[in-house]
T-cell receptor
Framework: KAGVTQTPRYLIKTRGQQVTLSCSPISGHRSVSWYQQTPGQGLQFLFE???????NKGNFPGRFSGRQFSNSRSEMNVSTLELGDSALYLC??????????????FGQGTRLTVV | AQSVSQHNHHVILSEAASLELGCNYSYGGTVNLFWYVQYPGQHLQLLLKYFSGDPLVKGIKGFEAEFIKSKFSFNLRKPSVQWSDTAEYFCAVNPLGGSARQLTFGSGTQLTVLP
């Protein structure tokens, strides 16, 4: 079956702009999480959605937001972009709700460059 | 908050050498443990996981890891590395409890295998 699909793969934006990234999880997976990967901070959790509800949020400013649609596809939005937002944004899909014994499947990520 | 430590930032080995990458976590409760690998230009792939049971888990490509609860450790091993194992390796923890499915990652270990 198809894996996690993230679009676009690459983006270049200017400071102050906003950006929307998309993630389609594996068919049947209802949980989607987002992570930011940078050389300095590594992989950091942004937020997690399940059944269109945000259930967990990492320590990021309010400029970072997301949503999930009824088909489990998710989008994340970053407003008022800063140079420090340049990163690889990874989406992970998981099978179900419930904290036990679930593993995350990652997409290839969206490489965002802010200039 | 939980944290994950990977003490080796960059490891360089020759082919056929044995590998051990350290991973320690700080969390007092029950956890799921993972090792992910990221080959250049590719997405994070799951190498192996520990949910419960036998603390010695075997993963793909000849990798294994041992969970030592008393040491809060989950070290990754491979008896004989190949050039194709050159990649970045991430240890991750998912603390159980509640509905969270948030992975906390270590900072990663870059493995370079010399032919």
């Amino acid at each position: 079956k198809a894996g996690v699909t993230q679009t676009p793969r690459y983006l270049i934006k200017t400071r102050g702009q906003q950006v929307t990234l998309s993630c389609s999880p594996i068919s049947g997976h209802r949980s989607v999480s987002w992570y930011q990967q940078t050389p300095g901070q590594g992989l950091q959790f942004l937020f997690e959605y399940f059944s269109e509800t945000q259930r967990n949020k990492g320590n990021f400013p309010g400029r970072f937001s997301g949503r999930q649609f009824s088909n489990s596809r998710s989008e994340m939005n970053v407003s008022t972009l800063e140079l420090g937002d340049s990163a690889l944004y990874l989406c992970a899909s998981m099978t179900q709700g419930g904290g036990l014994n679930t593993e995350a499947f990652f997409g290839q990520g969206t490489r965002l460059t802010v200039v | 908050a939980q944290s994950v430590s990977q003490h080796n930032h960059h490891v360089i080995l020759s082919e056929a050498a044995s590998l051990e990458l350290g991973c320690n976590y700080s969390y007092g409760g029950t956890v799921n443990l993972f090792w992910y690998v990221q080959y250049p230009g590719q997405h994070l792939q799951l190498l192996l996981k520990y949910f419960s049971g036998d603390p010695l888990v075997k993963g793909i490509k000849g990798f294994e890891a041992e969970f030592i609860k008393s040491k809060f450790s989950f070290n990754l091993r491979k008896p004989s590395v190949q050039w194709s194992d050159t990649a970045e390796y991430f240890c991750a923890v998912n603390p159980l409890g509640g509905s969270a499915r948030q992975l906390t990652f270590g900072s990663g270990t870059q493995l370079t295998v010399l032919p």
